[in-house]
């Protein structure tokens, strides 16, 4: 049984992971609009995922015989002015996250509660990922500059 504690945070990661798929979904909306194929695959993906990982907490709350509680989603972010922009806001973004997960694990351990510590240890690592994915293109974007081919380049690259 989860503690009413961890599983508040629980539910509230919930709504962050699905802010976050909202949010990039926002970002692709950018990138269409744009004809930035690439990029817009890229954040498509990213929506996947997040609502994935939402998903994936969804059912060990469940599981580990705690109460969903779904809050209300903001309106996500909007008026972006560039790719920089973007992955700028994105590599904060992933680090919020990544901060609000720790605040999670740092609570199961003080509570002793190894399920919910070894659970998160996966979005841990995945947290990692994310965040260098975000910094490298956002350094592939800052040294790309203001030049449209090594643009095109980077979209085609995120079009695999």
Do not use: C
Not at 53 to 81: C, M, R, S
Not at 100 to 125: C, G, M, P, R
């Amino acid at each position: 049984m989860l503690s009413q504690t961890i599983q508040k945070k629980l539910n509230e990661q919930v709504q962050k992971e699905f802010y976050s798929a909202y949010l990039y979904l926002s970002m692709k909306a950018y990138f269409v609009e744009k004809d930035l194929d690439g990029f817009a695959n890229f954040f498509d993906i990213q929506v996947k995922e997040e609502r994935d990982h939402a998903l994936k907490i969804i059912n060990y709350v469940e599981d580990a015989g705690g109460q969903l509680e779904l809050y209300a989603i903001d309106a996500p972010l909007k008026d972006f002015t560039s790719p920089v922009d973007i992955f700028e806001r994105t590599y904060e973004h992933e680090q919020f996250v990544t901060k609000s997960i720790y605040e999670i694990v740092n609570l199961a351990i003080e509570e002793k509660d190894h399920k919910t510590s070894a659970f998160l240890q996966w979005f841990v690592d995945e947290q990692v990922e994310e965040e260098a994915t975000m910094l490298k293109n956002l350094n592939k974007l800052n040294l790309i500059g203001d030049n449209s081919s090594g643009l095109f380049m980077l979209d085609a690259e995120l079009a695999k």
